[in-house]
């Protein structure tokens, strides 16, 4: 069991790192000026069940591999960054497509869509494998067993507070789009925005260091 003094230090230390803009803030936050404040929403919900993927390696063991393999971790790396960059640039490209897309929900990408986007920009994010794989186990305590279960627990509690964070960032955004879209060159200015976000930070884990 882990004690709650080590609880409370985790969401501290969480809430210190999760809500830091990283991959998946700023891809929520695009997004939201890109489709608007639901769609968003729903690629926090694809990022964090793409979260998992990083918690469930390193509670199979499987985090020390990573950490140790330079070039798999840089190929994980690399594949984020390729896809932000896509999602970006086919985000510029479809700016002058905004004002037909507000007219009719049926222009927004199908929700599944959306959700396995977001879940491949979780899955990929090189600031998760590092938080669950080298701060998580800090604040397991070993000799009270079931270290996998205790990371479990651990991860669920940072899961928590990276939906109510990344939310909070993308409804804030999903405001702010409102303004725009009052005025079609408004709307083709945050659609360019949106897109330009996401490419930067595909460009920004692309160049990340591998350590």
């Known amino acids: 069991m882990v004690p709650p003094s080590h609880l ?3 969401v501290l230390a969480a809430l210190v790192i999760i809500v830091i803009p990283g991959p998946n803030v700023l891809f ?6 890109t489709l608007g404040r639901r769609p968003a929403l729903l690629s926090v919900l694809g990022a964090t069940l793409g979260s998992t993927v990083p918690l469930m390696a390193v509670v ?3 985090g020390t591999i990573l950490a140790a393999s330079a070039m798999l971790f840089t190929f994980i790396k690399i594949a984020g ?3 932000l960059i896509y999602l970006g640039v086919m985000a510029i490209r479809d700016r002058k497509d905004m004002a037909t897309a507000l007219e009719s929900a049926a222009e927004h990408p199908p929700v599944g869509r959306i959700v396995r986007q977001g879940f491949v920009v979780g899955a990929t ?3 998760a494998y590092v938080f669950f794989g080298a701060v998580l186990p800090q604040f397991a305590v070993p000799e009270s067993g079931a270290l996998p279960m205790q990371l479990l627990l651990l991860g669920a509690i940072c899961l928590a507070i990276q939906v109510l964070s990344d939310s909070c960032w993308a409804i804030l955004a999903g405001t702010a789009r409102s303004w725009f879209v009052r005025s079609p060159r408004r709307l083709e200015a945050v659609g360019t925005t949106g897109g330009v976000m996401i490419i930067g930070v ?3 884990v692309a160049l990340s260091g591998s350590h």
């Open 81 to 83: 960054a390729a896809y």
């Open 60 to 62: 199979l063991g499987l």
């Open 8 to 10: 409370a230090a985790l």
């Open 202 to 204: 595909g460009a920004s």
């Open 28 to 33: 929520a936050v695009g997004r939201a000026l």
């Open 125 to 127: 994010n090189p600031k």
